[in-house]
Nanobody, 114 residues
Framework: VQLQASGGGLVQAGGSLRLSCVAS????????VGWYRQAPEKQRELVGS???????NYADSVEGRFTISRNNAKNTVDLQMNSLKPDDTAVYYC?????????WGQGTQVTVSS
């Protein structure tokens, strides 16, 4: 499975971005996909996830602002980020666990200016 994350960029506080994770080589259908982020000098943390059945889970810090959705036909999982804050600045990664191992996308930088 190859995961490609895209959509990052520079945005002012209060703005929005939409990240997309596209999978190739294998389907994401039926598998949990998570979005993680890692800020400078901080550990990678889970932003949210969507199960194969569509069950959603979010970190408290993004609840109500971020929304994860999946499109099985396109083999994508998106992260819609609204009301962005400077604390959301990080490299964002998508992840799935399949065939008994972890797969990570390459990361996309999100920078929120104050």
């Amino acid at each position: 499975v190859q995961l490609q994350a895209s959509g990052g960029g520079l945005v002012q506080a209060g703005g929005s971005l939409r990240l997309s994770c596209v999978a190739s080589g294998s389907t994401l259908r039926g598998y949990t996909v998570g979005w993680y982020r890692q800020a400078p000098e901080k550990q990678r943390e889970l932003v949210g996830s969507i199960t194969g059945a569509g069950r959603l889970n979010y970190a408290d810090s993004v609840e109500g602002r971020f929304t994860i959705s999946r499109n099985n036909a396109k083999n994508t999982v998106d992260l819609q980020m609204n009301s962005l804050k400077p604390d959301d600045t990080a490299v964002y990664y998508c992840h799935t666990f399949k065939y008994g191992r972890d797969f990570w996308g390459q990361g996309t930088q999100v920078t929120v200016s104050s």
